[in-house]
C-alpha cells in the first residue's frame, strides 16, 4: 500500500524559514515527480511545484519561485519542501503528491506564520 | 496556465438526491497521447483531497459507483447518483494535461439542504 506521511504542524516566525518532509513507503519515489500544492485557510488548492527525485530537476509556479525549495532523498524515499522568508500570508496547509494520476496524496502539514 | 472554472460553488442536496457538477477550462484538455488528464477530488473537512475519477471517467480504486464522470475537450461533469451523508465536502476537478502546473478549479461546496 502507498502511503504518504508528512512531518507534524510548524510555527514559524516572519523572516524565518521552515522546512517539511514526506515520506513515502509502498513506492519508489525515483519512478515519479513529487508535486507540492497548498491551501490557505478557506481557500482553493494551489500548486506550488515538482521535483523529479531522480535527478532533482524541480519546476514551481511563478509566485513560488523565490519561496520554495523542493529536494529529495532517494535513500530515505523523503521528498521535502522549504519555504523561506516566511510572511503572514504563507500560513497554508501544505500537501505533497505523487504524479501518478493524482492518486496519492499527504495527509498534510499546517504551517503557521505567527510572530 | 489553464483555467477550470467549476459550477456551482456551492450545492445544496438532500439524501438520496442525484447531483452534478460542471468543470469548463480555458483550453482543451485532449493532450496529444490521446489521454485527457483531467481528474475530480473530494476533500472532506479536515482531510487531504481524495481522488474519486481519473482520466475523465474511471473511477478511482474503492470509489462507489454512484460516483461519475464525463466529459471531453472543455467540458466536464461530476455525477453523484444518490447523495449520501458521506460525500458532503467540497469537489474539486483538476487538469494536468498542460502540466505544469497542475490547476484546480475553485471548487464545489456539496451541503445538505
Known amino acids: 500500500e502507498v502511503q504518504l506521511q508528512q512531518s507534524g504542524a510548524e510555527l514559524g516566525k516572519p523572516g524565518t524559514s521552515v522546512k517539511l518532509s514526506c515520506k513515502v513507503s509502498g513506492y519508489n519515489i525515483r519512478n515519479t515527480y513529487m508535486h507540492w500544492v497548498n491551501q490557505r485557510p478557506g481557500k482553493g488548492l494551489e500548486w506550488i511545484g515538482r521535483?523529479?527525485?531522480?535527478?532533482?530537476?524541480?519546476i514551481y509556479a511563478e509566485k513560488f519561485k523565490s519561496k520554495a525549495t523542493l529536494t529529495a532523498d532517494t535513500s530515505s524515499n523523503t521528498a521535502y519542501m522549504q519555504l523561506s522568508q516566511l510572511k503572514s500570508d504563507d500560513t497554508a496547509i501544505y500537501f505533497c503528491?505523487?504524479?501518478?494520476?493524482?492518486?496519492?496524496w499527504g495527509q498534510g502539514t499546517l504551517v503557521t506564520v505567527s510572530s | 496556465d489553464v483555467v477550470l472554472t467549476q459550477t456551482p460553488s456551492i450545492l445544496s442536496a438532500t439524501i438520496g438526491q442525484s447531483v452534478s457538477i460542471s468543470c469548463r477550462s480555458s483550453q482543451s484538455l485532449l493532450d496529444s497521447d490521446g489521454n485527457t488528464y483531467l481528474y475530480w477530488f473530494l476533500q472532506r473537512p479536515g482531510q487531504s483531497p481524495q481522488r474519486l475519477i481519473y482520466l475523465v471517467s474511471n473511477l478511482g480504486s474503492g470509489v462507489p459507483n454512484r460516483f461519475s464522470g464525463s466529459g471531453s475537450g472543455t467540458d466536464f461533469t461530476l455525477k453523484i447518483s444518490g447523495v449520501e451523508a458521506e460525500d458532503l465536502g467540497v469537489y474539486y476537478c483538476m487538469q494536468a494535461t498542460h502540466a505544469p502546473p497542475w490547476t484546480f478549479g475553485g471548487g464545489t461546496k456539496l451541503e445538505l439542504k
Open positions: 503528491a505523487m504524479e501518478l494520476d493524482g492518486a496519492y
Open positions: 521535483i523529479d527525485p531522480a535527478n532533482g530537476n524541480t
